[in-house]
């Protein structure tokens, strides 16, 4: 028996030992694209998450938790505080507060009122317009939604979202992947900051 357990220990050691050593690298030297990357890894992570009713909280307590920790409060609609929680757990630089016109960054579009800009890529951020918004001063371009982009797929692309349902509704259920098509009403910003 102890032979058996001094064997295992031994067996488990003998690579850890061999491996040449491993540099760690702090996240200022990592690229924006490995951190898009991580972004919808960590989107698609919480796909399947749902939500209690009415903005009230989650069936996944970390997950509550961790939405709490960027500011979102029971009774808050939470699209855009997903959208936060990702890029905050990726490292990526933003400005969201969690309010949905927030996700939109003027300061690098990528496709808005129908025109592409520069490709969409994968962690881009997403945000959709809505009528009943338009001409609302307070909410930029009548912005009402946001969610993370996984894919473009030609006259669309692939989403994760936040406070949404099977139906894609603004006022939802859970975490779900959707695709949308590109029009007027959807907008596609970046948030590298480089």
Not at 10 to 18: D, G, K
Not at 60 to 72: D, I, L, R, Y
Not at 109 to 114: E, P, Q
Request: glycine share 8%.
């Amino acid at each position: 028996m102890v032979k058996t357990i001094i064997l295992s220990i031994c067996i488990f050691l003998i690579p850890i030992c061999t491996y040449p050593r491993i540099q760690i690298y702090s996240s200022d030297n990592i690229t924006y694209e490995l951190k898009a990357e991580f972004a919808v890894e960590i989107a698609d992570s919480f796909v399947g998450i749902k939500e209690k009713g009415s903005n009230s909280g989650f069936n996944h307590p970390t997950f509550e938790m961790m939405m709490k920790n960027v500011g979102w409060y029971k009774g808050a609609p939470w699209c855009a505080y997903i959208l936060k929680l990702i890029y905050s757990i990726a490292e990526i630089e933003n400005t969201i507060t969690g309010w949905s016109p927030s996700a939109y960054n003027k300061k690098n579009i990528v496709y808005t009122n129908g025109k592409l800009y520069k490709p969409i890529e994968p962690g881009d951020a997403g945000t959709l317009s809505y009528n009943k918004f338009k001409g609302n001063k307070s909410r930029y371009k009548g912005i009402g939604h946001a969610f993370i982009v996984k894919q473009h797929r030609g006259n669309a692309v692939v989403t994760i979202e936040g406070n949404t349902d099977s139906d894609s509704g603004r006022e939802g259920d859970g975490v779900y992947e959707k695709i949308r098509p590109l029009n007027s009403n959807l907008h596609i910003t970046r948030w590298n900051t480089k």
